[in-house]
C-alpha cells in the first residue's frame, strides 16, 4: 500500500493538534490529491491538497461548506483545519444511491436555498475546479450572471481556442436577451454553486452530503440545472421532493439550459472537447426556450 510522506502528515499533526500516524492516499477529485488521514485516536479525517495553489483556494472552500452547513439543509463534511495547503474534513462513508437518499436530498436541498444570501454573488473571488470566479455582488440575477459567471467563462474559452466562431456567437445573442430570458425575479438563494453528481456525496446513513462548492448567493435553478446536466442518480425523485418545500417557478424546465451555460463554459476553458459545441447547444437552446425575439 502507497503511503505519504511525512512532511504532509507532520504538517497535518500540527493543524490538527494530534498525531497522524498514516495517510493514505484515496481516489476522488479531477484536480486535487486526496487522502485518508488516521489520527493516534483512531478516528479519521479527509486530507485534499494541491500543489502552487492560490493562497486562497483552501479557505474559500473551507468557509463555502461552513455557509452551506449553516442553513440546516443538505449537510457539508465538517471542517476540521485548513490552510493555504490543505483542507482537513470529517471523514464520511460513502454509500449508494437510493431513491429514498434522493427526496431526503431534495427537501434538504430545498432548505438550503431557502437560507437565502444577502445578495447574488459573494464578497471575495471563487473557484470552479480550478478556473477563478469573480468576486462581488449585484442585486439583479441577470447581471450578475452574465457579468460574473458568463462573461469571464467566456473569455477564458476563448483564450484556450476551444470555442468555435458560431458557439461564440450564440453565447453572445444569449447575453443580449439573458434579461428577458431569465425567468421571474427570485431572492437570492444559497447556492452549493457547483453542484455536479460528483459533489454530491451519498452516505452510508442514506442522506447526501455537499461536497467542493463554490458557494455563493444565485439563482436556485442552477443547483438543479447542475444536476440535471452531469445525470445525478434518482433526479427525479430529488426534484419531487424539492417542490414539496420550495416550488420552482413556472417554466423552470425551459431554463435549464440558460442555467447549465456556464458550467459547459467552464468545462470548454479545462478540458476543451466536445465541451465548446455543448455550450453553443445550450446558448442556442434557451433563446430558443423563449420564443422569438420581438
Known sequence: MVRVNS?????????????????????GGDICLAYRLELADGSVAFLKTLD???PDFFPTEADGLT???????APTPSVLAVDERCLILEWVDAGPPSPAAAE?????????????AEQFGSAHPGYAGALSMPGGQSADWPEFYATARIEPALRAAVDTGSLATADRSAVT??????????GPAEPPARLHGDLWAGNVLWTTGGRCHLIDPAA??????????????FGLSYLEQVIDAYQQVNPLADGWQARIALHQLHPLLVHTALFGGGYGRQAGSAARAAVTASGPHT
Do not use: C, I, K, Y
Not at 67 to 73: E, F, M, S, V
Not at 174 to 182: I, N
Not at 216 to 229: S, V
Open 173 to 182: 445573442e444569449m447575453l443580449e436577451r439573458l434579461p428577458e430570458l431569465a
Open 104 to 116: 431526503h436530498f431534495g427537501r434538504e436541498l430545498a432548505q438550503t436555498h431557502l437560507a437565502g
Open 67 to 73: 455557509w452551506l452547513a449553516a442553513a440546516g439543509g
Open 52 to 54: 502552487d495553489a492560490s
Open 7 to 27: 512532511n504532509l502528515r507532520t504538517h497535518a499533526a500540527a493543524l490538527l493538534g494530534a498525531e497522524v500516524p498514516s495517510a493514505t492516499p484515496v481516489s
Open 216 to 229: 455563493h448567493g444565485g439563482h436556485r435553478e442552477t443547483d438543479l440545472a447542475m444536476l440535471d446536466l
